[in-house]
């Protein structure tokens, strides 16, 4: 199975630049979610989504778009790249709306803004 | 306002030595509670979760945490490590409002470190 993928792996963009990062799952999870990593910070819900055509904000969403036209993706938009943006972003897809059930993580896009 | 705490940023300990990791938390209603790990360049895998009845949880690789209700903790704790332990992890803590919301608060990690 290959569970919950990310691309790209590794990304460097200018201040201002967009972009989009991929998340594809293909567990038919309803439930998926994007998260930063920064150091000392732990991991922040940016946006969810409990099915297609439904998302939702997470904790820190401003500066992102995200869409679900279909079970398996799940982008997540930068619509000007800002140097706050440089982080660590995963994706990750749950069988339910809770983490009851446990969260599958990708491995992660290194994003620098510079 | 729900919180979670990992007093331990770093943490060294010698191969087969036994370690633990502090968690602590605070909510005002009943919570979930979870343990992740995140080996080097990775995301991050469910080790356990309490959810309900024994406060003695065991996960895989040889972990178990204990919910200490009235010290609002989940330790998790490993006997005797082994250099395949070396990663990051992270406690977790979710609370479901009366209204079905989910707030799932992760704490700010610890790095799990095993010394030859």
């Known amino acids: 199975n290959a569970g919950v993928t990310q691309t790209p792996k590794f990304q460097v963009l200018k201040t201002g630049q967009s972009m989009t990062l991929q998340c594809a799952q293909d567990?038919?999870?309803?439930?998926m979610s994007w998260y930063r990593q920064d150091p000392g910070m732990g991991l922040r819900l940016i946006h969810y989504?409990?099915?297609?055509?439904?998302?939702d904000q997470g904790e820190v969403p401003n500066g992102y778009n995200v869409s679900r036209s279909t079970t398996e993706d799940f982008p997540l938009r930068l619509l000007s790249a800002a140097p706050s943006q440089t982080s660590v972003y995963f994706c990750?897809?749950?069988?339910?709306?809770?983490?009851?059930?446990?969260?599958?993580f990708g491995s992660g896009t290194r994003l620098t803004v510079v | 306002a729900q919180s979670v705490t990992q007093l331990d940023s770093q943490v060294p300990v010698f191969e087969e030595a036994p370690v633990e990791l502090r968690c602590n938390y605070s909510?005002?209603?009943?919570?979930?509670l979870f343990w992740y790990v995140q080996y080097p360049n990775q995301g991050l895998q469910l080790l356990l979760k309490?959810?309900?009845?024994?406060?003695l949880v065991k996960g895989i690789n040889g972990f178990e945490a204990e919910f200490n209700k009235s010290q609002t903790s989940f330790h998790l704790r490993k006997p005797s490590v082994h250099i395949s332990d070396t990663a990051e992890y992270f406690c977790a803590v979710s609370e479901i409002s009366n209204f079905g919301n989910e707030k799932l608060t992760f704490g700010t990690g610890t790095r799990l470190t095993i010394i030859p």
């Open positions: 990750a897809s749950s069988d339910g709306a809770y983490s009851l059930y446990g969260y599958t």
């Open positions: 309490y959810l309900s009845g024994s406060t």
């Open positions: 909510s005002s209603v009943s919570v979930y």
């Open positions: 989504s409990v099915g297609a055509g439904i998302t």
């Open positions: 567990m038919n999870h309803e439930y």
